[in-house]
């Protein structure tokens, strides 16, 4: 398997302080390789998104990094840690590292300023020596990679359809060509023919210009269709996480299963689409033992007593994969 | 360019409106301005001045409704607002043009220091939240509930006195003549000091508050979370993308505002006996001077209509979303 681009240990993310505090992120473990797409799913409240802001530092208050870790590897020189760069540091490795598009298309762009107005200023901000004229020139380049025609520069965004927006923002991303990626539900508001038409082209241009992408959606589909790897979340922590289409064919935890019985697929044969039953824990409030053991239909002993381990399973691939159920004992944990 | 067209109209028929208004609402009031003349000469008008002077405020009675309204429409055309009472033969216009000045300097300048002030605090305060700025809300949320004229007058009874740096009232001292030298203006200026300061105390924290709370409401928008990840410097985002949209509601207050420095501050005026519009519409309402009365009236509306108009244009120019296209 290729270099780790970003590692994320051990991290913990509380909104809130003292007795009061929901954990949000639970001493979650990933890693993201150079030129991989890892699909980040799970239902809304399951921590994704926090994990996301979390791992970037843009957490809104009361949202608090209790713990852990986040090692991005540059191309060249030493790994080093995001939590704990200074001020000055962080902005530069925003957006010139890793760069994120988020959920809300609409609302991603000032819309008192002009289109190229928001994505010159990235290039002011990060490469203070470009002209005028080159970063103009820059900008108009992103636009045309996005599908964009480069006499919309001096649009407002509400003259821009959402899909036209969103491909703004995934143009605004690449301008400084970032190692990393975070897209946080980039498609949920956008019709299905426009979601397929963006992924797609997001897919094309990493081909070309080699970034990772972190992909945080609740539609377990679309992953397993359009990442290498994914990783399953539920109540906080990262229950499962295997390559896409090993999830897809046999996941290992019930809630995957669950996920995944919750879309018809294209092809195949019938099958009932069953769903979850329950609804997702209370993260103030989380059942003891396995969160997810209340709506698991194959609960047994051990589930409400202790937290399964996030491990290898013992089955044929194991090395590739992970998970932490009691249904699947594990070798060794993970990170 | 159309909308602002449409606009324009829009402020022209309510002029007129207003205008018209102007017209009727004396006409409608019980008495007439002759009837107060005559008694304030105690009967020594000649029955033929009598009738010059209903013909001079243009009620003459052989004239219809309509061709009064006509009259009134040519002169206010010409600039003339008719002749005062109190300072009987003094035109309106002339009343009105010596006092204007005084009010537009006094309130204009301390509205648009308060506006800027305020607003400036505002900004710091809505970003940096829990900073000092912040603590200075509570303070001037109390100041911004004290009534200002009352605060006039606690300010003129505990400042003001024989020896005190701060006259009491007035606009200059008595000995000097109005003149741009180097007498007068340190004296106006002297004078105007109390009066600013009650009007500004009591208006600034209105920005400050509406500024802040827009900040904060516009610091939760997305595209302040983007402006963040893209790694921008603090101030940047603060100024050019939190600031920029949370000013645009603020900036049509200041348009209005900009209306109400003629007739809104009209108790600070009387408290401090300060000859600008508002003491002379306290003179005219006390010796029932209708032409003085209608002409200040007819000022404030239309201040108010061209202030109306700038706040259209100011959004035209800083809302992109308010342009139409073609």
């Known amino acids: 398997m290729s270099k780790p681009v970003l590692e994320i240990r051990n991290l913990n993310v509380e909104y809130g302080l003292g007795d009061q505090a929901v954990r949000a992120v639970r001493d979650v473990n990933l890693t993201l390789h150079r030129g991989e797409v890892l699909g980040l799913a799970g239902e809304s409240g399951s921590g994704k998104s926090t994990l996301a802001y979390g791992m970037t530092r843009l957490l809104p208050p009361p949202g608090v990094i209790t713990g852990g870790q986040v090692l991005y590897h540059p191309e060249q020189g030493e790994a080093y840690d995001v939590l ?9 490795f925003r957006w010139a590292e890793t760069a994120i598009v988020f959920q809300g298309a609409m609302n991603s762009l ?40 480069a006499d919309r520069m001096d649009a407002y965004p509400h003259q821009l359809s959402g899909g036209m927006r969103q491909r703004v923002m995934i143009g605004m991303a690449l301008i400084l060509q970032p190692q990393v990626v975070i897209m946080d539900e980039p498609t949920t508001a956008l019709d299905v023919v426009m979601q397929r038409q963006i992924l797609s082209q997001l897919i094309e241009l990493r081909e070309r210009l080699g970034f990772s992408v972190v992909f945080i959606t609740h539609d377990l589909s679309l992953l397993v269709e359009f990442s290498n790897r994914i990783a399953i979340m539920y109540g ?42 329950g609804s997702p824990p209370d993260l103030k409030g989380m059942p003891s033992g396995c969160s997810f053991h209340p ?5 047994f002993d051990p589930c409400s007593g202790n937290i399964p381990v996030l491990g290898r399973p013992d089955t044929p691939d194991g090395p590739t994969r992970s998970v932490a159920c009691w249904l699947h004992p594990t070798e060794q944990p993970v990170g | 360019m159309k909308y602002l067209l449409q606009r324009i109209a829009f402020y022209l028929f309510t ?26 000469y105690q009967g020594q008008l000649s029955s033929q001045a009598i009738d010059s002077l209903y013909v001079l405020f243009g009620l003459d009675k052989d004239k219809s409704v309509w061709e009064e309204y006509v009259d009134y429409w040519s002169q206010l055309l010409h600039g003339d607002l ?59 949320t109390f100041l911004s509930s004290v009534p200002y004229f009352w605060l006039g007058i606690i300010a003129i009874y505990l400042l003001t006195g024989p020896d005190s740096f701060f006259p009491s009232s007035g606009g200059f001292d008595n000995g000097l003549v109005p003149a741009w030298d180097q007498y007068f203006i340190p004296n106006a200026l002297k004078h105007s000091l109390l009066p600013a300061l009650t009007i500004l105390i009591s208006s600034v924290s209105g920005w400050i508050l509406s ?41 049509s207050g200041f348009a209005l505002s900009l209306g109400f420095i003629v007739g809104g501050t009209l108790l600070v005026e009387i408290v401090f006996s300060y000859p600008g519009i508002g003491f002379q519409l306290f003179q005219a309402l006390g010796a029932q001077d209708y032409p003085l009365m209608q002409g200040v009236f007819l000022i404030i509306t239309i201040s108010v209509l061209v202030a109306n108009l700038i706040a259209d244009v100011a959004y035209l120019l800083l809302d992109p979303r308010t342009r139409k296209e073609g």
């Open chain 1, 295 to 299: 709506r698991c239909p194959k609960a």
């Open chain 2, 15 to 40: 002029a007129w409106a207003a205008i018209t208004l102007n017209f009727f609402i004396p006409r409608m009031v019980p008495g007439d301005p002759v009837q107060a003349l005559i008694t304030k």
């Open chain 1, 236 to 277: 906080g922590r990262i229950v499962e996480e295997a390559p896409a289409a090993a999830i897809y064919r046999d996941s290992l935890h019930p809630y995957s299963k669950g996920l995944l019985g919750s879309f018809p697929a294209l092809r195949g044969p019938r099958r009932e689409l069953t769903g979850i039953p």
């Open chain 1, 84 to 92: 704990g760069l200074s001020d000055r540091d962080l902005r530069a």
């Open chain 2, 82 to 140: 008719g002749l005062s009472f109190t300072f009987f033969p003094t035109p309106v216009s002339e009343i009105i043009s010596t006092s204007l000045p005084w009010t537009l300097l006094l309130v204009g300048i301390t509205t648009i220091i308060s506006f800027f002030l305020g607003t400036g605090l505002g900004v710091l305060a809505g970003w940096r939240r829990g900073s000092w700025a912040d603590g200075l809300l509570p303070v001037t």
């Open chain 1, 110 to 149: 000032n819309p008192v300023h002009k289109i190229s107005t928001q994505l010159t200023d990235v290039l002011r901000a990060h490469r203070p020596e470009m002209s005028e004229a080159a970063c103009n020139d820059r900008a108009r380049e992103m636009l045309k990679l996005v599908g964009i025609a």
């Open chain 2, 211 to 251: 500024m802040r709370n827009m900040m904060v409401t516009v610091a939760s928008e997305d595209y302040i979370t983007v402006a963040h990840a893209k790694g921008l410097s603090d101030r940047r985002v603060a100024m050019s993308y939190a600031a920029r949209n949370a000013l645009l509601p603020n900036v």
